[in-house]
């Protein structure tokens, strides 16, 4: 059975500080990563995903995401973070041979500070 | 349409009554998906449809709970005899290969 631990229930942050949302699973067979993102009130959002090759993956809006397969992580990061970075991040993950379907770790709610 | 629609956004629903929530899945996604999202349990998988059979529904809570697909496209989702746990956001999302997945916007359940 696969699963993901978001260590971090909350991350408070001042705008332009650094951010780290923590994510490890733990699965017996390889996995596709993901991290999605909820806007209040709103859906969720693919945010990136990492499905093979390089392991360091980018979103168009400045966050970065690393697999470490010995570390059993995926990390999310940003260098410097905005106000309108305020939202949830989930950290999800799946396995083709299961349908691709989603297993989500309870995730993180980033509260960018002014 | 552009991307997954998911109908009604809002509903009210009085204990006992039963509710459909419907989701028009991105045009040629073959894989659909519901979860629900409610506080304290996250984000929970429910159903998992390929073409119009459902390959995995290990995540329906209960007998009360039931889906369907037709013509490899739209889905609903039926709760019966309604309870109050059951409130909570029902999202939809759709896949084509099974790689990224996209939600819609979900449908808000609230049971009176």
């Known amino acids: 059975a696969q699963s993901v631990t978001q260590l971090d229930s909350q991350v408070p942050v001042f705008e332009e500080a650094p951010v780290e949302l923590r994510c490890n699973y733990s699965?017996?067979?390889?996995?596709?990563l993901f991290w999605y993102v909820q806007y209040p009130n709103q859906g969720l959002q693919l945010l990136l995903k990492?499905?093979?090759?390089?392991?360091l993956v980018e979103s168009i809006n400045g966050f970065e995401a690393e697999f470490n397969k010995s570390q059993t992580s995926f990390h999310l990061r940003k260098p410097s973070v905005h106000i309108s970075d305020t939202a949830e991040y989930f950290c999800?993950?799946?396995?083709?041979?299961?349908?691709?379907?989603?297993?989500f770790g309870q995730g993180t709610e980033l509260s960018v500070k002014p | 349409g552009a991307g997954v629609s998911q109908s009604p956004s809002n509903k009210v629903t009085e204990k006992g009554k039963d509710v459909e929530l419907r989701c028009d899945p991105i045009?040629?996604?073959?894989?659909l998906y519901w979860y629900r999202q409610s506080l304290g349990q996250g984000l929970e998988f429910l159903i998992y449809?390929?073409?119009?059979?459902?390959?995995?529904k290990s995540g329906l809570p209960s007998d009360r709970f039931s889906a369907e697909r037709t013509g490899g496209s739209v889905s609903t989702l039926t709760i019966q005899r309604t309870q109050q746990e059951d409130s909570a956001v029902y999202l939809c999302?759709?896949?084509?290969?099974?790689?990224?997945?996209?939600f819609g916007e979900g449908s808000w359940l609230t049971v009176v």
């Open positions: 999302a759709s896949s084509p290969q099974s790689s990224s997945i996209y």
């Open positions: 449809f390929q073409g119009n059979s459902a390959p995995d």
């Open positions: 999800a993950v799946s396995n083709y041979n299961q349908g691709g379907k989603l297993i």
């Open positions: 045009s040629g996604h073959t894989a």
């Open positions: 990492y499905l093979s090759g390089s392991t």
């Open positions: 699965s017996s067979v390889s996995v596709y």
